[in-house]
């Protein structure tokens, strides 16, 4: 049985470690940490438990067939609910509620904007398309040569499909009023660019939140981690955890060996990790291929030798990288009323705080924010008569300067303003908070300029001009995650792994 040795369990790690044992080799996981999931992992302190990362379901028919490949349903594993409201916008002059059913979300469109209701119909039929065409044709293709393009409805649907045009000029052809343009485009600003300089065939996007719906894992997005873990468990796969990988051995232009050394004392009775007598010490682990699940530049920059590496650090300084974060995990003694699970406060300006993340790399002087209140949906996730947020400002990756007194102020920043907004005391009521931001992502993750979301989805970092899926100089070495295709996101993350393992098993099926 050929040995593929998987570094990093995040959700592209999960999801390529289970199609690589279905595909009955032998698979191991390396993960740094003690836990599996990578940025999605779980915070649990003084009854509060919090998703670290990722705290949107989007795209629940993405997660509905990872698991039918294996005879699975997603019930099998978590129960969902749909959010309704799907989530709540706060301008400078009011708040709108967006409503999960689409007729009231036109009711909605059209009291905003007059004429704006039939426009809603024309732009997510538009949407539609480019879902249908995206998720069944585009976000499967491994990205290795254009000819993998070469295909009629494609080729045919290239207009409709938008690509040479932006979301910015293309929301603006069919919306006027400011409000309902900002609702439209806020999805791709985690995509990492600017809406002008994202390709409009992510309006896909506005049809997996307006038509598909705004779900919630009960427990918590960390469910998900769980049930991917377990399934891969199922399957035959080992993790190997709080394992640090240190160098990739090569031999011949083939990755042969995977190094590591414990990232700290393990409990012996530890049920989630493996050979609990080893890991005081650096361990060798054979294989006969590779999947590089962590981040692709440190994996490039600090575990190969150089001849070995396909790009150089001029090709990576000149990549356009998605944002990072700036989070807060809050723990209140109080229930607050009239909230809702998720919060989008786009009470100050939305161009400004997008050039000082994209345009001109700062921190930003009046940021736009988002709150998850998990806890408005799940009463598991903290103490009875308490309240469960997680704050989170998108800032660019690579600044500098990330201290502890720079947190405390845009906290405190933040925290005027939500409880304006909601006409509640909060801050004399918070008895748990802890913060995460850029140099978290760098020192956990090995993070790129400590990037949060991976590489921007411009048009010239779309699916052949991402960083390859495999090694140009490795035959065995492959990628999957943010940094490589389909790009940045959970469900497209679950599309990596099994696209990836689906090339590995091609190259060795030709071998």
């Given at each position: 049985?050929?040995?593929v ?5 995040g ?15 032998d698979v191991?996981?390396l ?5 599996s ?6 915070l649990?302190e ?5 998703d670290m990362g990722?705290?949107?379901y989007?795209?629940?028919?993405v997660?509905?067939?990872f698991?039918?490949?294996?005879g699975?349903?997603?019930?099998d594993?978590?129960g ?8 709540r916008i706060?301008?400078p002059?009011?708040?709108?509620d ?11 469109f ?14 997510i039929?538009e949407?539609?398309?480019?879902y ?7 976000v499967?293709?491994?990205?290795q040569?254009?000819l ?7 080729v045919m649907g290239?207009f ?6 932006s979301m910015k ?5 069919h ?10 485009e806020f ?6 660019a600017l809406?002008?300089h994202t390709?409009?065939?992510y309006?896909?996007m ?8 705004t ?8 469910k998900?981690?769980?049930a991917m ?6 399957l035959?796969v ?7 990988v240190?160098e990739i051995?090569?031999?011949k232009?083939?990755?042969t ?13 530890d049920?989630n990790s493996f ?8 361990r ?19 575990l190969?030798?150089p001849?070995?590496r ?5 090709y990576w300084?000149?990549?356009i990288?998605?944002?990072s974060?700036?989070?807060?995990y ?5 229930k ?11 009470d100050?300006s939305?161009d ?18 988002y709150?998850?209140a998990?806890s ?6 903290a ?13 660019a ?12 102020k ?8 939500f409880e ?5 005391s ?12 850029v140099?978290?992502f760098?020192s956990?993750?090995n993070?790129?300029?400590?990037n949060?979301?991976?590489l ?5 970092q ?9 090694s140009?100089k490795?035959?065995?070495l492959f990628?999957?995650?943010?940094l490589?295709v389909?790009g ?10 099994e696209v990836?393992?689906?090339?590995l098993v091609?190259h060795?099926?030709?071998?």
């Amino acid at each position: 049985m050929k040995k593929v040795v998987i570094i990093g369990s995040g959700f592209a790690g999960l999801s390529a470690a289970s199609f690589m044992a279905k595909a009955g080799w032998d698979v191991s996981v390396l993960e740094k940490h003690d836990t599996s999931g990578g940025r999605a992992r779980q915070l649990v302190e003084q009854g509060f438990t919090f998703d670290m990362g990722p705290s949107w379901y989007w795209m629940p028919a993405v997660f509905e067939r990872f698991f039918n490949c294996f005879g699975k349903n997603v019930a099998d594993y978590y129960g969902l609910s749909r959010l309704d409201p799907s989530y709540r916008i706060y301008w400078p002059d009011d708040a709108m509620d967006i409503p999960a059913d689409y007729d009231e979300l036109k009711s909605l469109f059209e009291k905003t904007e007059p004429g704006s209701g039939v426009m809603l119909d024309k732009f997510i039929q538009e949407a539609a398309y480019k879902y249908e065409v995206g998720i069944n044709k585009l976000v499967h293709k491994p990205g290795q040569s254009l000819l993998e393009f070469a295909d009629w409805e494609l080729v045919m649907g290239v207009f409709k499909l938008d690509v040479f045009n932006s979301m910015k000029s293309h929301v603006g052809k069919h919306f006027k009023n400011s409000k309902l343009r900002e609702l439209l485009e806020f999805p791709v600003l985690f995509l990492g660019a600017l809406p002008q300089h994202t390709p409009a065939l992510y309006s896909l996007m506005n049809y997996a939140d307006i038509k598909l719906g705004t779900w919630y894992p009960q427990g918590g997005m960390y469910k998900i981690v769980e049930a991917m873990t377990n399934l891969a468990k199922e399957l035959g796969v080992k993790f190997y955890f709080n394992h640090d990988v240190t160098e990739i051995k090569i031999d011949k232009g083939l990755a042969t060996k995977v190094i590591t050394r414990p990232n700290k004392p393990v409990p012996v009775n530890d049920a989630n990790s493996f050979n609990q007598d080893q890991l005081s010490t650096t361990r060798s682990f054979d294989a006969d291929a590779v999947i590089g699940g962590a981040d692709y530049h440190f994996i490039e920059s600090k575990l190969l030798p150089p001849e070995y590496r396909s790009y150089t650090e001029k090709y990576w300084d000149k990549r356009i990288m998605a944002p990072s974060c700036l989070l807060y995990y809050v723990g209140l003694k109080k229930k607050l009323s009239n909230l809702l699970h998720h919060t989008l406060f786009f009470d100050v300006s939305f161009d400004i705080h997008g050039k000082e993340i994209y345009t001109s790399p700062r921190w930003p002087s009046s940021p736009l924010f988002y709150v998850c209140a998990s806890s408005v949906t799940d009463t598991t996730v903290a103490p009875e008569g308490c309240e469960n947020l997680f704050f989170l400002i998108p800032v660019a990756s690579g600044l500098e300067g990330d201290t502890e007194e720079l947190r405390d102020k845009y906290f405190e920043m933040i925290l005027a303003r939500f409880e304006n907004k909601i006409a509640q005391s909060v801050k004399d009521f918070i008895i748990y908070k802890k913060s995460y931001s850029v140099s978290n992502f760098k020192s956990d993750f090995n993070s790129f300029k400590g990037n949060a979301y991976g590489l921007a989805n411009t048009l010239l970092q779309t699916a052949i001009l991402k960083p390859g899926l495999r090694s140009k100089k490795i035959a065995n070495l492959f990628y999957t995650g943010q940094l490589t295709v389909p790009g940045p996101g959970v469900p497209p993350s679950l599309i990596s792994g099994e696209v990836v393992a689906k090339e590995l098993v091609k190259h060795f099926a030709k071998n």
